[in-house]
Each structure stands twice: as C-alpha cells, then as structure tokens.
C-alpha cells in the first residue's frame, strides 16, 4: 500500500540529478552549437538545427514511450502507466510545437515565408500536433472509469497513425525540391554531426528529467491527499 | 459454448441488423448524400470562381466531403439512445468483441458506399471537364479501400467517443487528424485516374488504403476489447 | 548573429520562463497545503495529549 520511505526520498533525489544533468546538458548544447560548432555554407540559421532535430527526434521518443506504457497500462492496469502515458504525451506535444516554431523560423530565414506546404516534415508534424493535442480532448472529456483505458487505446492507435502520416504526406509531394531538413542529403561536416549528437543526448536527458519531475509532482499531490484525509478523519 | 452460433453468423446477423437500422432511417442516408454535395457546392465557391477547370482538384472535391460525412456518420451509428442498451445488450452475450467490431465497420463501409454512388457521378459531373465513365470503376475501387480503412479505425474511435461528455465535438477533433493519410491517399488516388491517367501512381495510393486498413485492423483487434471493458 | 537566431533563443528563453513560473507556482501550492497539514497534525497531537 505505502511506498518505504527510503524509496521516496530517493525518488526526489533521482529527479534532481537528471534535473540537473539535463540543465549542464542543455547548456553546453546550446554554447556549442550556437558558437562553436563550424559554421555551415548556408549561414547562421543552419544552426537552429541544433535545437530542431533533437527535439522533433526525442518527440517522437516521448510518443513511443508514451505507447508502450499504454500497452503496459492495458496489460497490468496499474495507474502509474497511465501517469507515464499522459506525462509523456504532454512533454511530447510540447515537443512537437518546438519543433513546429523552430522549423518555421527556420523557414523564414532561409526560405523567406513562415511556412511552406511543400516541406514534407513540418506538415507531418503539424498533423502529429493535431493527433497528440486530441489525445487531450478525449482525456478530458472521458470520465475516470474509463479514462486510463481510453488513453492507452488512443496512445497505442496515434503512434501507429505517426509513421503512416510521415509516408503520406512524403507521397503527396510528387516533388523532387530538396526538403530542407534533409541532412542525409548533405555532406555531413564531422564537427556539425559531434554538435548535433552532443545537442541530442541532451535533449534526450532533458526528456526523461521533465518526466521524472511531473511524476514525482503528481506522487507528491497524491500523498498530500492522502496526508490530508488522514489527518481529517482522525477527529 | 453451444448453442451460440457461430462466429460467421453471428457476424452477418449483426450487420443485417446494422443496415436494416439504417434503411428504415432513410433520411439520414439521403441526410448525408445531401451534405456531400452541399459540401462540394462550398467547396467549389472557394476555388472555383477563378478557375474553370477544376478536374485537378477532383480528388480534394469529392474527398474533402466524404471525409466530413465519414466522421459525422461514423459517430452517428451510436447515437440513438436506444442503441445505448442495445449496446449494453450485445456487450452481454456471447459475441466476440472481434465480430462487433467487424460487424460495424461493415455496416460503416456499406453506408459510406452508398453516400459514394451518388457522389462519385456527381463529380463526374460537376467537376470534370470531359469524364470518362470507364474510370467511375477505378474511382469505386479507391473508394472502397479507403472505406474499410475508415471503417475500422471510426469504429474503434466512435466506440471512445461514444462515453465522452462533448460527443460531436470529440469525434471530429480525434477522428479528423489520423484521417488525413486516407484522405491524401484516396485524393491521390482519384487525382491519379481522372486528372492524370497514370496507372502506377493510382496503383500505389490503393495499395497504401489497403496497408492502412490492414494496419488499424491490427490494432483494432488488438485493442478493442479494452474499450468495452467495463 | 542572424535575426532568426536570435528569435530562436527569445523563444527558448520565454517558454523556459513559462516552465519556470509553472513550477513555482505548484510549488507555492504544495507548501500552502503542507502548511495546512502541518496545523492539522499540530491540532491532533494536542487533542490526544488532553482527551
């Protein structure tokens, strides 16, 4: 029923380390790939893809994860899977409208429009926005006894629905225009793809920190619930 | 288990009742036919006053509507009150959640089908310079996979969406967003044979409908069962 | 440095002090309650020493 509570003690401690780790992480990210990674023949803009592709990648990590733990959650039906489902998803969106932004101004600065119809990737992530912001809608609109099981179905059905919008939208385009974030198309400099790896891990570590901190958010407000009706019902 | 019939059976005893739902309410058939075509009039007031040639944008023309109808009567075949203990009364016997699933989205593609027969003609019609009646059976093939795709995976959302508090609301904004490939393709598929004639572009679009519907059958079969887990 | 890039960072910083704003906020939730319970508990420990 209760957690020992050496386990939650060390669960504060285990946030606040990859709290931490991801800060220095994101930092050094950032000074390197801002000031000294080489600097790219399309100019200064390139370097948004520091930021860019690390957070459309790991967004995509948070939606798988947020798929197994719905598959977990329908297997076991223990609430904290669901916790993970709607906790990932969340950073996840969050993700994706990073994504979505830098990528538009991205597109400002090298394209001159704010969007473009044609870029493949940036249209699949808006529709990837539009699944994952749905997942909110249901939840929210479903009451608790169906809640969990709603979400995890809905988690599982979206990340399906993800590699198939990528493949879509990419046929749609009979274009042969170069997508801009192509970088397997490009001559890879050594210095650029060592930033882009450095800028990943930290992305990736900034991922799981977040998780930690709102599971461990949520645990908290639960425990004080439980604390306060303990306390209430004592008289 | 004797004694429930087989699971083929109870499968077409399901859909009949489906379908015999739907034919004695006539109006809600002719209630969407009516919206397709009032939604391909809109659409054409917003591209067509500058052009007069709108074969191009058939694809989008007929699908843009069907996609609409689609989540609108995918989340119809659940409203009717009644059908909530109806519902409750299936959930009860011994039929496998597999068969209901299978037994809607049939029912889903039958009625999609129907909307289709009037509104493929009509576009013929309305939007394409010089038609060929000899594509109308391409376009029908297209259709028709791209209709158990919607099928199945409208099925498994509206069984969601059907114990949500803001129903019409939800089924849309959920829907919608995982429908795009189907609507891209199908378009693609259209576009392929009445603007274009080129057979291989047409032959890759229906081979993408028919991985989409194969793809959401999994899943639904996978999860089904979790939604009417009560 | 280039316009965007800088739009880039401003962007970054913003939702960075969104998040940060956020957490602060939860966190003055959370003390406010533990506050709360703390004279809770307080109250109790002095009904049972004098029943």
């Avoid at chain 1, 090298?110 to 249901?138: M, Q, S």
């Avoid at chain 2, 004695?24 to 009516?34: D, F, G, Q």
């Avoid at chain 2, 594509?135 to 498994?156: M, S």
Wanted: overall charge neutral; glycine content about 8%; some cysteine.
């Amino acid at each position: 029923m209760t957690e020992p509570a050496v386990g939650r003690r060390s669960g504060g401690r285990d946030a606040a380390v990859w709290a931490a780790a991801a800060a220095v992480l994101m930092f050094v990210a950032i000074i390197g790939g801002f000031f000294i990674a080489p600097e790219d023949r399309e100019g200064e803009i390139q370097r948004l893809l520091y930021l860019h592709v690390p957070l459309a990648v790991m967004s995509l990590g948070a939606f798988l994860v947020a798929c197994v733990a719905g598959i977990l959650y329908l297997r076991r039906r223990e609430d904290r899977y669901d916790e993970v489902v709607t906790v990932s998803i969340a950073i996840g969106l969050l993700f994706v409208v990073l994504t979505i932004i830098s990528g538009s101004i991205w597109a400002r600065g090298f394209w001159g429009t704010w969007w473009r119809w044609e870029d493949p990737r940036l249209v699949t992530y808006l529709i990837i926005a539009l699944i994952y912001g749905a997942f909110f809608v249901l939840r929210s609109s479903t009451d608790e006894s169906r809640r969990g099981r709603f979400s995890a179905v809905y988690s599982i059905v979206a990340f399906a629905a993800v590699p198939v919008s990528f493949y879509a939208v990419r046929a749609a385009r009979d274009t042969v225009h170069p997508v801009a974030l192509d970088s397997d198309g490009l001559q890879i400099d050594s210095g650029i793809f060592f930033w882009l790896l450095v800028s990943q891990v930290a992305v990736i570590v900034l991922f799981v920190a977040l998780l930690k901190l709102e599971l461990l958010q949520r645990r908290t407000d639960r425990d004080l619930r439980r604390l306060r009706v303990l306390l209430e019902d004592g008289a | 288990m004797s004694g429930a019939p087989s699971a083929a059976r109870q499968y077409r005893a399901l859909v009949l009742k489906d379908l015999r739902l739907e034919l004695r309410t006539r109006e809600t058939l002719i209630a969407m036919v009516l919206f397709v075509v009032i939604a391909m009039v809109i659409l054409q007031f917003g591209f067509g006053t500058r052009e007069t040639d709108l074969t191009r944008f058939a694809g989008g023309l007929l699908w843009v509507p069907l996609a609409f109808a689609a989540v609108l009567g995918v989340g119809r075949s659940y409203v009717a009150e009644r059908e909530q203990r109806v519902l409750d009364g299936l959930l009860v016997a011994p039929v496998s959640r597999f068969v209901l699933l299978l037994s809607r989205a049939t029912a889903i593609v039958g009625y999609l089908l129907a909307v289709e027969i009037v509104a493929v003609p009509l576009l013929g019609v309305f939007f394409v310079k010089g038609p060929y009646w000899g594509d109308v059976g391409w376009i029908f093939l297209a259709c028709l996979l791209a209709d158990i795709g919607i099928g199945v995976l409208g099925t498994l959302v509206a069984s969601m969406a059907v114990f949500t508090r803001a129903r019409e609301l939800v089924m849309p904004v959920v829907f919608l967003p995982l429908l795009v490939p189907v609507v891209i393709a199908a378009a693609g598929a259209t576009h392929a044979v009445v603007g274009q004639n080129d057979m291989a572009q047409y032959r890759g679009y229906c081979l993408f409908l028919a991985g989409f519907a194969v793809l959401f059958g999994l899943v639904a079969y996978a999860t089904f069962d979790a939604v009417f887990d009560d | 440095m280039n316009d965007y890039v800088a739009a880039a960072f401003a962007v970054v910083w913003f939702v960075l002090l969104v998040y940060v704003a956020f957490v602060g906020l939860r966190t003055a939730r959370i003390s406010r309650e533990v506050e709360l319970l703390t004279r809770l508990a307080e109250r109790r420990a002095e009904e049972d020493r004098a029943p």
